[in-house]
């Protein structure tokens, strides 16, 4: 299975442009520059998109996990906040926070810490970040 994505980027790197486009149509034109990178302008950044990739990627590996364990979710939400640092004259990704909040009927709190962290070490995406990966994984009532 191969995925793709386009970026195209038009001027200098803090004054420039450019647009992402996914090849499903999801991302499409999609703005990104210095300033919705290291600002607040509107558009995306390859943190954002990345941590959306870990918080989905999480969560489906953990659904399937519990499917595999018997347990049926009703509800798992997940949150990856993604830093950016600099190393050196340029940055580096160093974490990805992985903050989980699930509604499992039947399941003990020790049983989902174990499929909780199985998902997060085995997930494809936390496997290709060269990053601290951290999880606070709580099972709500």
Same mark, same amino acid.
């Given at each position: ?41 509107? &558009?995306?950044? @390859? #943190? /954002? *998109?990345?941590?959306? =990739? ?9 659904? $399937?996990?519990?499917?595999?364990? &018997?347990?049926? @979710? #009703? /509800? *798992?939400?997940?949150? =990856? ?9 340029? $940055? ?50």
């Amino acid at each position: 299975m191969i995925r793709k994505a386009n970026a195209v980027w038009r001027g200098t790197g803090r004054d420039g442009t450019g647009d992402l486009t996914t090849a499903s149509g999801v991302l499409s034109l999609t703005p990104y520059s210095y300033k919705t990178r290291f600002e607040s302008a509107p &558009g995306t950044n @390859p #943190e /954002e *998109l990345i941590a959306a =990739a870990h918080a989905g990627c999480f969560t489906m590996a953990l659904a $399937f996990g519990l499917q595999q364990a &018997g347990f049926t @979710p #009703e /509800e *798992l939400r997940t949150e =990856a906040a993604v830093s950016l640092d600099p190393d050196g004259a340029g $940055f580096k990704i160093s974490r990805s926070a992985l903050t989980l909040r699930a509604k499992v009927p039947g399941l003990d709190a020790a049983k989902f810490q174990e499929l909780a962290k199985g998902a997060e070490q085995n997930c494809p995406v936390s496997k290709v970040l060269n990053a601290e990966i951290t999880l606070d994984a709580q099972l709500e009532g």
